[in-house]
C-alpha cells in the first residue's frame, strides 16, 4: 500500500473515532481507555508511516546521487571522445588545406 492510501486509511480511522467519542459511543472508563488505546495505535502507526518515508526520502537522494556521479562520468568521457574526434578532424582539414592542388 502507498504512503498516501495508508494516511488516508488513519486520518479516516481518526475522524470515525472523534465522531464515536463525539456521540458519547462510550464514556465509561473503559470506553475512554479504548479510545486512548486507539489513539496511540493510530500515533505509532503515523510515526512509522513518517519514518519509512524518511528513510525511502534518505534512498532516494542516494540513488540521485550515485545517477549524478554516473552521468557526470560519462559525460565527461563522451566530452573527451568528441573532442578528440574534434582535434583529428581539424588535423584532417589542416593537411587537406597545405596539400597543393593539382590541375
Do not use: K, Y
Not at 458519547?24 to 500515533?43: K, P, Q
Not at 540513488?63 to 568528441?82: I, K, P, S
Not at 581539424?90 to 590541375?103: D, F, G, Y
Amino acid at each position: 500500500m502507498n504512503s498516501e492510501a495508508l494516511f488516508l486509511e488513519l486520518v479516516q480511522r481518526i475522524e470515525t473515532l472523534e465522531t464515536n467519542t463525539r456521540a458519547d459511543a462510550d464514556t465509561t472508563a473503559v470506553g475512554f481507555l479504548l479510545v486512548l488505546t486507539e489513539l496511540s495505535g493510530l500515533r505509532a502507526e503515523i510515526a512509522n508511516g513518517r519514518t519509512e518515508t524518511r528513510q525511502d526520502s534518505a534512498a532516494l537522494g542516494d540513488e540521485l546521487g550515485g545517477l549524478r556521479w554516473h552521468m557526470h562520468d560519462h559525460f565527461t568521457a563522451l566530452h573527451r571522445e568528441n573532442l578528440h574526434w574534434l582535434i583529428t578532424l581539424q588535423q584532417i582539414i589542416n593537411q587537406v588545406r597545405q596539400e597543393p592542388t593539382h590541375n
